[in-house]
């Protein structure tokens, strides 16, 4: 249930059926290499949300663009606001859904760089009394390596041709780069937005790090520098190489195994009603 293609009248109804759950997804909008959208996090984690609430019903907010990108103004198509706006907008919009009539909240989370605001936001939401609880988790959960361990494994996947497979199992052998704008997220996009993906500007710009900081984040003395570290060794905001392994129909494997992910916690969370109870007992 698409919370923008409800009319007012079922809204009560589509309370009762989602238990009282509403996911709202968020990534950003940021440079992906020269071969992916800006905007690939957001239609990700709201694709992947949309298609578990076909398989466990809950509502599900439109996608939301306003991530964490500190570092990467220099790039036309990022938008990055300020860490005060970001948290009172979860705030408001949060505050606002459960006066609608939805006390569980999940924030699915489609952006590496959202990782530590979602989890200050979640930590704090009992820090004043409220009638509703929020949670998040990340949809980035699964991806080609564990692909290549389940097929070496026995694992059959008939979305996968032969060339497929082959592909998976060069890529794992050889542990080729991977983490932002890679084989991923390049066979997702194909999957559910092929016309935003041009593989062949892949190459314009490396996705290789620099290891530009890598002295400073050495065990055990490691120093977390967040975003700006990560910018440092991949300033073309890339993380990967050869793209060309990238198929729609890799992505496509990867997309069930993490809508069923999100199904499941959803599931989780709609059952659990002794979990909001306590929230209210012990901080409403």
Known sequence: MLWENLREGEFERAIEASGGVCVVPIGCLEMH???LPVGTDT???????????????????????????????????????????????????????????FKKILLLNGHGGNCATFSAFVRNTV??????????RNDFQYGVQRLAREIKAGQKFP???????????????????SGHACINETS????????????????EVTGISTHRVDRLTQKPYALDGGCGFWVLNQPNCFDGEHIEMSSANIGKVILRKRIEYQAEACR?????????????????
């Open 33 to 35: 290499g020269q071969h």
């Open 43 to 101: 239609q990700t984690c709201y694709h992947i949300a949309k298609e578990a609430a076909k398989i466990e019903p809950v509502v599900v907010f439109p996608g939301q663009y306003f991530g964490s990108v500190p570092g990467l103004q220099a790039y036309k198509g990022a938008i990055d606001l300020s860490l005060e706006l970001r948290l009172r907008m979860l705030d408001e919009l949060c505050a606002e859904i459960a006066r609608n009539g």
């Open 127 to 136: 820090h004043t009394k409220k009638d509703y609880l929020v949670v998040a």
């Open 159 to 177: 979305e996968l041709t032969d060339e497929d497979i082959k592909n998976v199992l060069d890529f794992s052998e050889h542990e080729y780069a």
């Open 188 to 203: 997702i996009m194909l999957a559910i937005n092929p016309e935003s993906v041009d593989v062949s500007r892949a190459d």
């Open 268 to 284: 989780l969370l709609k059952e659990d009603d002794a979990l909001l109870s306590d929230y209210a007992e012990r901080w409403g």
